[in-house]
């Protein structure tokens, strides 16, 4: 009986849950399979690539960072159609270039 | 049937083959060798030498050949002045000069506009489109005759003469001649570089006498970038891999002294401590 | 029997091939004029699709916008065909279209707009429109004219016989470095001091390099790390050979930024001039 309960209780909560989301205008796929809607790589995109400019004056741990953001943001620019694709992914390797670029001169000028 | 007879007769025959193939290829490298190795002479005329007929467009259009008398051009300019400042490329046709762009200053008519001043004369205009200027046949002169103002002999009677043709540069050492490295409009001056030591040249092959190689001689003509980096490009001496071969075709040291410096076939004037009798025909 | 035969004539070719040399540079080739310095010639798919190639001049979009906008915010490789440009591109305000798109003015004077690229559509009028690139070999008339367009700028000797660094610094031209709703929106550089890089040539004068004279029209990542990939001072060599063959610094300095013979603008540490 109490068993029972439990996992009513614990049903009624996740649908609570999950119709919240879908108040708040997120698709219910998108959030099970934890990716960001489409509009939201390209808030992504110039949001790291703004700071080409500022890279020297990044640490390292910055610097990193910035690269991981980059490397999960080309599957999602992979996925785009092909104009974009050509685009974005060309884009996207120069900035995240300059990044690694300048984390590798940082670390040799350390040495 | 094989046996054993005819066995040994056939790897005998295969053995020949091998040597005749050896002995024909290393006959036939000698020859083309030879023929590689070795410059042509320059033309038996010293007047020809340095002529360029340039044709890209004068035949389909009208006019028939231009030539180009480099002897006439040098004793007032310099190289660079041409072949850098004003463009021109060092094979004949490869400029591809047009009447349009001559009269639009390029080229040709970078000079040649009726209006710059050459010894205190206007020189004529290239190309012209007035009515009654009739120089076309001074520059598209092949087949033609007296339609040239110029001789090479009464041009070049007070000149020094070297083994072959004019010495170009006793010319500009003794001041007979003074050719012009600044076209106002066109050139634009420049701080000078210094010019580098002279310095030897090892020849590919242990017999043949080094170059000894001057620097500040070239510069007087071409500048830097006549030069560099397209014809010379590498600057470090273990790269530099520069042959009579290479010559021979028209790089490097043949983009000049095949057709238009100083013929290749005067060794004694590069290879300076070779016998006399490399002199060159 | 014919084993031997292959063997004596792979031989025979060989000592017969040895004398036959190949020479790679050496000649020097015909100086591009003025207004055709920086042309590129573009035909991935214009022959294809029964139109001519299309040719771009640098001249006239370097002195409205930097190197960067073009060849890192929109994406333009830095060879020719090396984009895979295609009319849908253009048509969707990619490549050539972000600003050749019937809608983005060419300058606020005149209030014109710069003509549109490609179209879904092509019209009998949209024949002439598409000659406007699409112009290899036609003589079309452009809105642009070199020789009034170069006649005010300060001269260069070489290249397109106009000094861009000058002009730019006079306030001649202001190339535009950010393009709203295509580029990152970016902060100033920081300042980064000019070098000498020594050429170990005996007589010739040390090169000073300004990051600043190239980041004016560069950013950062149009060369780093793709044009220059060397992370630490003193260990990269650049020779003059690989440069001219359009490595490094012959990456935009052989056929559109001043070209390699105006030696003195590179290798300009003052050293006394002999003649």
């Not at chain 2, 560099?228 to 290479?246: G, V």
């Not at chain 2, 040291?253 to 100083?262: D, M, Q, Y």
């Not at chain 3, 020789?147 to 000797?157: D, M």
């Amino acid at each position: 009986m109490f068993k029972r309960t439990i996992v009513t209780a614990l049903l009624i909560t996740g649908l609570a849950g999950l119709s919240g989301i879908c108040a708040s205008g997120q698709s219910t796929s998108a959030v099970l399979q934890a990716t960001p809607a489409p509009q939201t790589w390209q808030s992504e995109f110039d949001e790291v690539c703004s700071k080409t400019q500022d890279a020297m004056t990044f640490s390292e741990e910055e610097l990193a960072a910035l690269i991981v953001r980059c490397d999960v943001l080309l599957p999602q620019l992979e996925k785009l159609d092909e104009t974009r694709r050509k685009v974005y992914t060309a884009r996207l390797r120069m900035c995240r270039g300059l990044y690694a670029y300048v984390l590798e001169s940082k670390k040799n000028a350390k040495k | 049937m094989l046996t054993c007879w005819n066995q040994k007769r056939t790897r005998r025959s295969s053995g020949w083959l091998v040597m005749l193939a050896l002995f024909g290829g290393i006959v036939f490298t000698g020859i083309a060798s030879a023929q590689l190795y070795l410059p042509p002479p320059p033309p038996a005329n010293a007047a020809d030498y340095g002529k360029v007929v340039m044709d890209n467009f004068s035949t389909t259009l009208g006019p028939g050949p231009a030539v180009f008398d480099h002897w006439l051009h040098r004793s007032k300019y310099t190289c660079r002045l041409c072949h850098v400042d004003i463009g021109f490329a060092m094979q004949a046709k490869a400029t591809g000069v047009r009447a349009s762009t001559n009269r639009e200053g390029y080229h040709c008519g970078a000079c040649h506009d009726g209006k710059r001043l050459s010894d205190g004369k206007p020189i004529f205009a290239a190309c012209s489109d007035a009515v009654n200027d009739k120089q076309c046949d001074r520059c598209h002169s092949v087949g033609k005759k007296d339609v040239r103002k110029y001789s090479y002999s009464s041009y070049t009677a007070k000149l020094p003469k070297g083994l072959y043709g004019v010495d170009w540069e006793a010319a500009e050492k003794n001041g007979t001649i003074k050719p012009v490295d600044f076209l106002p409009g066109i050139s634009l001056k420049k701080s000078t570089m210094k010019s580098r030591e002279d310095f030897s040249i090892k020849a590919g092959l242990p017999w043949v006498h080094p170059v000894t190689f001057s620097h500040e001689k070239h510069a007087i003509w071409n500048g830097c970038e006549l030069c560099h980096p397209e014809i010379f490009a590498t600057t470090s001496k273990a790269e530099a891999k520069y042959t009579m071969f290479s010559n021979i075709e028209g790089h490097h040291c043949g983009a000049c002294h095949l057709r238009v410096a100083f013929p290749l076939n005067n060794c004694v004037k590069c290879h300076q401590r070779a016998p006399s009798w490399a002199k060159g025909n | 029997m014919s084993r031997k035969l292959f063997v004596a004539s792979i031989l025979f070719l060989i000592f017969c091939g040895q004398s036959i040399l190949l020479a790679q540079s050496g000649t020097k080739k015909r100086r591009p004029l003025p207004y055709e310095y920086g042309r590129v010639v573009i035909n991935n798919y214009s022959a294809k699709a029964d139109l001519s190639p299309v040719v771009f001049e640098h001249w006239i979009h370097r002195s409205k916008f930097t190197c960067r906008v073009c060849h890192v915010d929109i994406g333009f490789a830095m060879k020719a065909n090396g984009t895979d440009i295609k009319a849908i591109d253009n048509t969707q305000g990619y490549y050539c279209g972000t600003c050749h798109n019937g809608k983005t003015l060419a300058d606020e004077k005149s209030g014109k707009a710069i003509f549109a690229a490609c179209s879904k559509r092509v019209t009998a009028e949209d024949g002439r429109r598409c000659e406007r690139c699409h112009s290899q070999g036609k003589k079309v008339a452009s809105d642009y004219d070199f020789f009034h367009f170069a006649k005010p700028l300060p001269k260069e000797n070489y290249g397109n016989g106009i000094d861009w660094e000058k002009s730019e610094e006079l306030g001649l031209i202001k190339p535009v470095a950010h393009i709203d709703g295509v580029s990152s929106p970016r902060n100033p550089l920081a300042l980064q001091k000019d070098f000498a890089l020594n050429p170990k040539v005996e007589g010739m004068p040390d090169i000073i390099f300004s990051h600043k004279k190239h980041t004016v029209w560069n950013g950062c990542e149009l060369c780093h790390p793709e044009i220059f990939t060397g992370v630490k001072k003193g260990t990269s060599h650049y020779t003059m050979v690989d440069i001219s063959q359009g490595k490094s610094c012959g990456a935009c300095h052989t056929n559109v930024a001043f070209p390699l013979t105006d030696c003195q603008r590179c290798h300009s540490k003052p050293v006394a001039a002999m003649r």
